[in-house]
């Protein structure tokens, strides 16, 4: 075979297949070890070592501890906890008048707001325990600011709930699509749960970045379906769900496609083209769509033994962040994805922050406000 082919291009040939060699060699194991080349839990190096009091100096005056709590299956996982309550300027004055002279007062209703931080696919959570306690920080300053008749009658306290999934930091087992989803569920499961009491109203806030923006988007839309089928059931249930009043999606990535295209934009490599091969199939799109699609549904009725009540089906709205010099997002997907979101009828809101990259956008005030604003809105619009 070889006789035919003339001396001077058998090296061409022979460089040319080993090129064709290595890409094919390449794609075999992308497609193989996607797992691993998308989770990478293992980045920067001794990242899973980390311990919340390296960063506790930077996130004053936010107080973090470790919990650790079972996913659905029973693997066990991390979470970071950090919370600051927000007094206002009538607390103390309240507190020594007029519980001694006001016998005909009634105590102040309690509103605890847990915003539920799922993260992008790199590194730890204590390495993002400085960028959250900037967002909590943010909130406290915005309240103590502003006197509404809303803060005059309650005290709140907001707190942050960073999940690490399974293989990430302290958390166990092996990170899986399938796996995640389930941690995600288990981490709203005991937000419901653990900060319930009967004079606090509970609300839960979800903020994903990067590809937890698509945990995020996947984790609210299974979890309000959940909620509905618990407020419709004639048979009472000792877990109650608190409603989800908001969903955060910051630099999101809308498909594995698009992240592939993101990983390799040279469209003369052949990666950008194997995303019909992963079996990780995150896609913010198809979930949005599921929910716009469960809203439609007919509405349930409560059976009741007195009367029929009826219970809308509603989904929380949506702030869009993106990062202008974003330089792991295409351009093109945060612009996508809003046009995606109302063509469903989604109420979505989009803050474009400007001069921010990929994890800077509440670092930015622009980005910050945006945030914070969204949250208190949202907590409150649920109230009234």
């Known amino acids: 075979m070889t ?9 061409p040939l022979m460089f040319i297949g080993l090129l064709l060699g290595l890409w094919t060699w390449k794609c075999f194991w992308i497609i193989v070890m996607q797992n691993k080349l998308l989770y990478l839990s293992w980045l920067p190096p001794f990242t899973r070592s980390e311990v919340i009091s390296d960063y506790q100096v930077e996130c004053r005056p936010v107080q973090w501890e470790e919990k650790q709590i079972r996913s659905l299956d029973g693997t066990k996982l991390a979470v970071c906890e950090g919370h600051i309550r927000v007094p206002h300027k009538d607390d103390e004055s309240f507190s020594k008048a007029g519980a001694l002279h006001n016998k005909n007062h009634v105590p102040k209703r309690k509103k605890s707001v847990v915003i539920c931080y799922f993260q992008g696919n790199g590194g ?46 302290t958390s166990s087992g092996r990170a899986t ?6 941690d995600a569920q288990a981490l709203l499961n005991w937000v419901s749960e653990s900060h319930a009491s009967p004079e606090t109203d509970l609300e839960i806030v979800v903020w994903g970045h990067s590809l937890g923006a698509a945990v995020a988007s996947s984790a609210v839309s299974t979890y309000i379906a959940r909620q509905h089928e618990g407020q419709t059931s004639n048979i009472s249930s000792s877990r109650s769900l608190a409603p989800v009043t908001g969903l955060i999606l910051e630099a999101p990535t809308s498909s594995i496609k698009d992240m592939l295209i993101s990983l390799y934009p040279q469209k003369w490599l052949p990666y950008r083209y194997l995303w019909p091969f992963s079996w990780n199939t995150w896609d913010i799109k198809a979930k949005m769509k599921q929910m716009a699609t469960w809203r439609d549904q007919p509405v349930c009725q409560i059976p009741n033994s007195e009367a029929t009540a009826s219970i809308p089906r509603s989904l929380p709205p949506i702030l869009l962040l993106s990062a202008e010099k974003d330089e792991m997002i295409p351009s093109y997907v945060p612009e996508q994805l809003e046009q995606h979101a109302k063509s469903l009828g989604l109420e979505i809101e989009r803050k474009n922050v400007l001069g921010a990259m990929h994890i800077e956008a509440p670092l930015k005030l622009d980005g910050r406000k945006a945030m914070v604003q969204f949250i208190l809105n949202g907590t409150s619009v649920s109230r009234t």
């Open 3 to 11: 006789e035919a082919i003339p001396s001077l291009a058998i090296p």
């Open 124 to 169: 730890s959570t204590p390495m993002r325990l400085p960028l959250l306690s900037h967002v909590l920080r943010g909130i406290a300053e915005t309240l103590r600011s502003t006197s509404s008749p809303m803060s005059k009658n309650e005290v709140s306290q907001y707190t942050i709930a960073a999940l690490s999934y399974r293989g990430y930091w």
């Open 177 to 182: 699509q399938s796996g995640i989803e389930m």
